[in-house]
């Protein structure tokens, strides 16, 4: 979606019928989007090209608690009836390796190569918490103070199909984060999928130009006030179906107030300082920037990679090491997501999606952690 077109009005709901997905899909592709959607692969819903409403997950869900992501067939159809995985859109925004530049050394001349031209990506699928963290990207990297010129060209021509969660992980804590579980802006499209009785369909407002003109073109139904009582249900329940909560009332305050607060050190006791957490965040934006050289030394090249706050050489400034121990990375993780984010953005760094909490081998779960720092623990009797 065009930033500039970001949050309008939404629109009344049309019914997209299930077997109009492709359609949806194969309108992309005549509009020349590459079409990212997920899938399945190696047993877990991840992101990739797709080509046909075949290749998505249909029929499956995931089960996610702290340190454990497992998919199951579910009983029924349902398409996007899952959460979030281990990949986010950030895979391609920012992706985990960007050359910068490349030059080559041409009898004695040295020559640029051109850049690799960008993609025009159609994002489908996009779960509310997974828009409200492009937003955050959107407001880091393209607002902040070192824009981010690569990041911009991507996400100015992508396109945002948003679905709102009707099966919410147990770790998301979306609610909490005010993201989720339904999509209210930032969006060029935005499903609701409905399976009962009645039928399998989905409701599809635009929330962009470019989102009414794709729901024009597929020549679509407006719903009826059944259907929209449906949609609204669904709304409801999912809702009603996250338990997780981070408690944020005084957060940023008490986690600023408390930087030598002994749990930190018990987290570290447990803290693997793996990096998992920040590769799954689709907020985490840190890099390093890499030189390759050829080894006739006919090539060289400059390349930007995903880094982590919690790696040694993360924190190596000339005068050496600043951050040498892991409750000093997990602090600085912790802190910058949900206190001095806030004060660097003006909002908070975590969208409550819930991905730290599954993928941190160790199952060290943010909403619990971030409960205790700072707070008195009463002495046994
Ligand atoms: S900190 Fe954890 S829950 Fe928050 S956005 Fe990042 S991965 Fe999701
Ligand atoms: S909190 Fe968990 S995922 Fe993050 S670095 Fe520590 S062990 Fe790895």
Known sequence: MDMAEADQAPTIPQILARDALDRLIQILIEREYEVI???????????????????????????????????????????????????????????PKQVLWAARK???????????????????????????????????LLGGRYPDPNYAKTRQTALIIAVNCNDPAETCFCTSMQTGPTVESSYDVALT??????????TARSGSPIGASIIEALELKPASDEQCVEEQKRFEEAEAKIDR????????????ANPNDRAWAEIADRCLSCTNCTQVCPTCFCTSVEDHTSLDGSKTERVQVWDS??????????????????????????????????????????VGCGRCISWCPVGIDITKEAARVGVEVEAAP
């Open 37 to 95: 959607g997920p899938r399945l692969r190696s047993g877990a819903i991840i992101y990739d090209e797709i080509e046909s409403a075949d290749q998505l997950p249909i029929g499956w869900q995931d089960e996610q608690s702290e340190g454990r992501y497992r998919l199951r067939k579910r009983q029924d159809d349902a398409v996007f009836g899952f959460a979030v995985g281990p990949d986010s859109w950030k895979k391609y925004l920012r992706p």
């Open 106 to 140: 041409n009898e004695g001349e040295i020559e640029f190569e051109p850049p690799a031209p960008s993609k025009k990506l159609a994002f489908l699928g996009v779960k509310p918490c997974e828009v409200a963290a492009i937003r955050t990207l959107d407001k880091v």
């Open 193 to 202: 999928e409905i399976l009962n009785n009645e039928g399998h369909y989905f």
């Open 245 to 256: 909560k981070l408690a944020t009332d005084g957060l940023q305050q008490r986690l600023a």
């Open 309 to 350: 706050c919690f790696t040694g050489r993360f924190a190596e400034l000339s005068g050496g090491q600043v951050r040498e121990t892991t409750s000093s990375r997990y602090r600085q993780w912790m802190t910058h997501k949900l206190s001095t984010w806030i004060d660097q953005f003006g909002m908070s760094g975590c």
